[in-house]
T-cell receptor, first 114, second 113 residues
Framework: DGGITQSPKYLFRKEGQNVTLSCEQN?????MYWYRQDPGQGLRLIYY???????QKGDIAEGYSVSREKKESFPLTVTSAQKNPTAFYLC?????????????FGDGTRLSIL | GDSVTQMEGPVTLSEEAFLTINCTYT??????LFWYVQYPGEGLQLLLK?????DKGSNKGFEATYRKETTSFHLEKGSVQVSDSAVYFC????????????FGTGTKLQVIP
């Protein structure tokens, strides 16, 4: 079955450490996204990518970085510059240029501070 | 910019009660509208969608109608079950640019036996 795989499910970060969250999809989607979810809030867009080797900042990109070297992979690095990284992170993908198509989501990674 | 407003939760209902979760939106152009459901510790799953005015999306007993005149997309179910307990998100996908998706803040539904 096609889908999105996020790993790890739980991740702990030490002070001053960078951590990388993995996101892999086998849906053959061009567009991929990273969202942050905090309790009682909706999803906030961190970064998105419409095509390989290209990505754009979302609404809350500070303290995060991404790469898109392969169509199926869109890893997110939470850098030490992100002072409040504790949250639930969701990766999504979709068909590009089709507004009537939904996003497909992975099961998320929960990041906590040690 | 685009926005989605959902009714505040949590919503607590008894099993077999009627459910309505209100959703209104503001957007330019002709967005597509979606309802997603999130179970604890999981990602979002598409529940239903509607892509033009007066379309009705439906799935698993849930329904929502795209009302352009009232800019609304309210979620309804005639008889809820305990297994429907989850957080429900209303979302729109814009018709221009990179088709940005805007989410509401989510409404938590708790169904008690």
């Amino acid at each position: 079955d096609g889908g999105i795989t996020q790993s790890p499910k739980y991740l702990f970060r030490k002070e001053g450490q960078n951590v990388t969250l993995s996101c892999e999809q086998n849906l053959n989607h061009d567009a991929m996204y990273w969202y942050r979810q905090d309790p009682g809030q909706g999803l906030r867009l961190i970064y998105y990518s419409q095509i390989v080797n290209d990505f754009q900042k979302g609404d809350i990109a500070e303290g995060y970085s991404v790469s898109r070297e392969k169509k199926e992979s869109f890893p997110l690095t939470v850098t030490s510059a992100q002072k409040n990284p504790t949250a639930f992170y969701l990766c999504a993908s979709s068909i590009r240029d089709r507004e009537n198509q939904p996003q497909h989501f992975g099961d998320g990674t929960r990041l906590s501070i040690l | 910019g685009d926005s989605v407003t959902q009714m505040e939760g949590p919503v607590t209902l008894s099993e077999e009660a009627f459910l309505t979760i209100n959703c209104t939106y503001t957007a330019t152009g002709y967005p597509s509208l979606f309802w997603y459901v999130q179970y604890p510790g999981e990602g979002l799953q598409l529940l239903l969608k509607a892509t033009k005015a007066d379309d009705k999306g439906s799935n698993k007993g849930f329904e929502a109608t795209y009302r352009k005149e009232t800019t609304s997309f309210h979620l309804e179910k005639g008889s809820v079950q305990v297994s429907d307990s989850a957080v429900y998100f209303c979302a729109l996908r814009a018709s221009g640019g990179y088709q940005k998706v805007t989410f509401g803040t989510g409404t938590k539904l708790q169904v008690i036996p």
